[in-house]
């Protein structure tokens, strides 16, 4: 225990609980968009509230199947987590999605602890002693982001135009990164790995601009006509108005996307270290506890202000611009995201914040802040409004003046979100009359599930062949040395090198859905053993039209237990913890 490595700015959630509270939120809905918005935002603040206060457990209330069903989830919380055991990042990484290049031991190793630092014993899955061998089956227990694929014609148009917005984003931040990695050793140890998650989500959303065409649009729009041609008088005309609904939601949600993603998600804040995003969050702190409990944004009930704060202190203490070469870093990334911000949200406020010299607007920032000092952030945090408002640091008062258009574009998606969620309801409806009720389990977003799969090669590869299903250790070092490179901070341990490495399987691929939230889950065999970790999923599993081939990527316990014995040389202790 004394070698693993404290995650200051890390914890674990695990699910103690779940309730079904459907019917309390029922009670509060009404037809009115705004009106509804306030009283699901004040009924979810009251339940995870009294959870909280109940239970002493982080709660949160979870909408599933467009609005139809709620449930309100417990969680143990654990903030002591520690880092056992990491491989190195030149075998760590899927260099690029889709399955182009895909040996990877993208895994590592962590344990939470109490709060009287003793490790926590949770219960485990046992770890699977032997491999698959292709055609059998298998299947990840799933927490999908998204599992909602058949959007209407509108709404593939919608993603077309998103996905143009995140290429120019991704592109900028790729360039930016990239270059500065090329500097040298210890400017490529910092940015490289925020190059590559810039590259891989580039994929992603290059992938799914593949499937959002204009002629996919034609056919979805072809597809919803020959269902309503199908449907009775009265579910056609449902159906038809919940079509007419969707389209002009996705021509509003448009205009206010941007907006949204840019203030609320930050990605005009972005940078290396994060301190504006920080900076942004201590404004949202300070003036949501300052708020009535029922006046505030999701999350933010008093049960949770505490956990909150300690989040807030944890990540500002990660925060080390300790270098000429850091500060720069901060700087110049966050000038990179702030020039996004002005070029991509015509909102005049913003326009006149960022008017003239970017770069020195970020330099100004870095150094005149205070936050990162404990003392000025703790009195920020307990001092209320009066004090921020008071501020000079000049970091606050910008997130001062942008903090307020983020609310309200939140506040605004929660509004809009309840006609779309109602239209939503009756498509699904209509469409399940036509082809039957097992077309409901694709349209259920954020919903646990088990993914069955087989093991064998995807349906769909790419250009370089077809792909076996399991990819074999000797093959993650191929890999390495033919598309990653041996430089720093690439390097190797040099076991990797003095031992001949085992014919066991790494990574394995099936045709079970792997789609964003769902990396990280256990995959497992027929005896409920775990026999690999999911981390990645070509095109396929990310498509919006039906009908088509799942492709996912996972990486295989056998490999990973066969490294930690041969190449790391893990004690006995830890393997026997693992089950094996």
Same mark, same amino acid.
């Given at each position: 225990?004394?070698?693993?490595?404290?995650?200051?700015? !890390?914890?674990?959630?695990?699910?103690?609980?779940?309730?079904?509270?459907?019917?309390?939120?029922?009670?509060?809905?009404?037809?009115?968009?705004?009106?509804?918005?306030?009283? $699901?935002?004040?009924?979810?603040?009251?339940?995870?509230?009294?959870? =909280?206060?109940?239970?002493?457990?982080?709660?949160?209330?979870?909408?599933?199947?467009?609005?139809?069903?709620?449930?309100?989830?417990?969680?143990?919380?654990?903030?002591?987590?520690?880092?056992?055991?990491?491989?190195?990042?030149?075998?760590?990484?899927?260099?690029?999605?889709?399955?182009?290049?895909?040996?990877?031991?993208?895994? /590592?190793?962590?344990?939470?602890?109490?709060?009287?630092?003793?490790?926590?014993?949770?219960?485990?899955?046992?770890?699977?002693?032997?491999?698959?061998?292709?055609?059998?089956?298998? =299947?990840?227990?799933?927490?999908? @982001?998204?599992?909602? @694929?058949?959007?209407?014609?509108?709404?593939?148009?919608?993603?077309?135009?998103?996905?143009? @917005?995140?290429?120019?984003?991704? #592109?900028?931040?790729?360039?930016?990164?990239?270059?500065?990695?090329?500097?040298?050793?210890?400017?490529?140890?910092?940015?490289?790995?925020?190059?590559?998650?810039? /590259?891989?989500?580039?994929?992603?959303?290059?992938?799914?601009?593949?499937?959002?065409?204009?002629?996919?649009?034609?056919?979805?729009?072809?597809?919803?006509?020959?269902?309503?041609?199908?449907?009775?008088?009265?579910?056609?005309?449902?159906?038809?108005?919940?079509?007419?609904?969707?389209?002009?939601?996705?021509?509003?949600?448009?205009?206010?996307?941007?907006?949204?993603?840019? $203030?609320?998600?930050?990605?005009? @804040?972005?940078? #290396?270290?994060?301190?504006?995003?920080?900076?942004?969050?201590?404004?949202?702190?300070?003036?949501?506890?300052?708020?009535?409990?029922?006046?505030?944004?999701?999350?933010?009930?008093?049960?949770?202000?505490?956990?909150?704060?300690?989040?807030?202190?944890?990540?500002? /203490?990660?925060?080390? !611009?300790?270098?000429?070469?850091?500060?720069?870093?901060?700087?110049?990334?966050?000038?990179? /995201?702030?020039?996004?911000?002005?070029?991509?949200? +015509?909102?005049?406020?913003?326009?006149?914040?960022?008017?003239?010299?970017?770069?020195?607007?970020?330099?100004?920032?870095?150094?005149?802040?205070?936050?990162?000092?404990?003392?000025?952030?703790?009195?920020?945090?307990?001092?209320?409004?009066?004090?921020?408002?008071?501020?000079?640091?000049?970091?606050?008062?910008?997130?001062?003046?942008?903090?307020?258009?983020?609310?309200?574009?939140?506040?605004?998606?929660?509004?809009?979100?309840?006609?779309?969620?109602?239209?939503?309801?009756?498509?699904?409806?209509?469409?399940?009359?036509?082809?039957?009720?097992?077309?409901?389990?694709?349209?259920?977003?954020?919903?646990?599930? !088990?993914?069955?799969?087989?093991?064998?090669?995807?349906?769909?590869?790419?250009?370089?062949?077809?792909?076996?299903?399991?990819? =074999?250790?000797?093959?993650?070092?191929?890999?390495?040395?033919?598309?990653?490179?041996?430089?720093? +901070?690439?390097?190797?341990?040099?076991?990797?090198?003095?031992?001949?490495?085992?014919?066991? +399987?790494?990574? !394995?691929?099936?045709?079970?859905?792997?789609?964003?939230?769902?990396?990280?889950?256990?995959?497992?065999?027929?005896?409920?053993?775990?026999?690999?970790?999911?981390?990645?999923?070509?095109?396929?599993?990310?498509?919006?039209?039906?009908?088509?081939?799942?492709?996912?990527?996972?990486?295989?316990?056998?490999?990973?237990?066969?490294?930690?014995?041969?190449?790391?040389?893990?004690?006995?202790?830890?393997?026997?913890?693992?089950?094996?």
């Amino acid at each position: 225990y004394a070698s693993e490595v404290k995650l200051p700015n !890390l914890e674990v959630w695990v699910v103690d609980s779940t309730e079904d509270v459907t019917a309390q939120i029922a009670k509060v809905r009404v037809d009115n968009p705004e009106a509804n918005a306030k009283a $699901l935002r004040k009924i979810t603040l009251q339940l995870e509230g009294d959870s =909280m206060r109940d239970t002493g457990m982080r709660s949160e209330v979870k909408f599933r199947y467009h609005g139809t069903t709620a449930h309100l989830y417990r969680y143990k919380r654990y903030t002591d987590v520690r880092l056992v055991w990491l491989p190195e990042f030149g075998v760590s990484f899927c260099e690029m999605h889709n399955f182009k290049h895909r040996a990877a031991l993208d895994v /590592s190793l962590l344990r939470v602890y109490n709060p009287d630092g003793t490790p926590a014993e949770t219960p485990n899955l046992a770890i699977a002693s032997q491999t698959l061998a292709d055609g059998e089956s298998v =299947m990840a227990v799933g927490h999908p @982001f998204q599992t909602s @694929f058949e959007y209407p014609a509108s709404g593939i148009a919608y993603l077309r135009w998103y996905g143009e @917005f995140w290429v120019n984003y991704n #592109q900028k931040q790729m360039a930016f990164f990239g270059e500065f990695a090329k500097r040298g050793t210890a400017e490529a140890e910092l940015a490289t790995p925020t190059y590559f998650r810039w /590259s891989n989500h580039q994929q992603v959303i290059a992938g799914g601009l593949d499937e959002v065409t204009i002629a996919n649009e034609q056919l979805r729009a072809a597809e919803d006509s020959e269902v309503a041609d199908k449907l009775e008088p009265g579910i056609r005309e449902e159906f038809i108005a919940a079509l007419a609904e969707l389209a002009r939601f996705f021509e509003a949600f448009r205009l206010e996307y941007a907006t949204w993603a840019l $203030l609320e998600y930050k990605l005009g @804040f972005h940078s #290396q270290f994060d301190l504006a995003k920080l900076t942004f969050d201590i404004v949202r702190f300070v003036r949501e506890q300052s708020r009535l409990e029922h006046e505030r944004l999701d999350g933010f009930s008093d049960a949770n202000l505490a956990s909150l704060r300690e989040q807030i202190l944890r990540r500002a /203490s990660t925060i080390k !611009l300790d270098s000429l070469m850091k500060i720069e870093l901060e700087a110049t990334s966050l000038a990179v /995201s702030l020039g996004l911000l002005r070029e991509m949200l +015509p909102n005049p406020t913003v326009q006149t914040l960022l008017q003239g010299d970017i770069q020195a607007l970020t330099q100004r920032f870095l150094a005149e802040t205070l936050i990162t000092n404990p003392a000025e952030l703790e009195t920020l945090l307990d001092g209320g409004v009066t004090t921020l408002e008071q501020s000079v640091d000049p970091l606050i008062a910008f997130m001062r003046t942008v903090e307020p258009i983020a609310r309200r574009a939140s506040i605004k998606r929660n509004v809009m979100n309840g006609p779309k969620d109602k239209a939503y309801r009756a498509i699904i409806a209509a469409r399940q009359v036509v082809r039957g009720v097992e077309y409901v389990y694709t349209e259920s977003d954020s919903t646990p599930r !088990l993914l069955p799969g087989i093991v064998r090669k995807p349906v769909l590869h790419n250009a370089d062949g077809a792909l076996p299903a399991q990819i =074999m250790l000797p093959e993650v070092l191929t890999h390495y040395l033919a598309h990653v490179g041996t430089d720093e +901070p690439l390097k190797l341990n040099d076991a990797w090198f003095a031992v001949e490495l085992a014919d066991v +399987p790494v990574n !394995l691929a099936a045709d079970n859905y792997s789609i964003g939230g769902v990396s990280g889950s256990p995959v497992l065999n027929t005896a409920l053993d775990v026999v690999s970790v999911a981390f990645d999923g070509d095109t396929a599993g990310k498509k919006v039209m039906a009908g088509i081939n799942a492709s996912s990527l996972s990486v295989a316990m056998a490999g990973v237990v066969w490294v930690l014995r041969h190449i790391y040389k893990a004690p006995e202790a830890l393997l026997k913890e693992l089950g094996v």
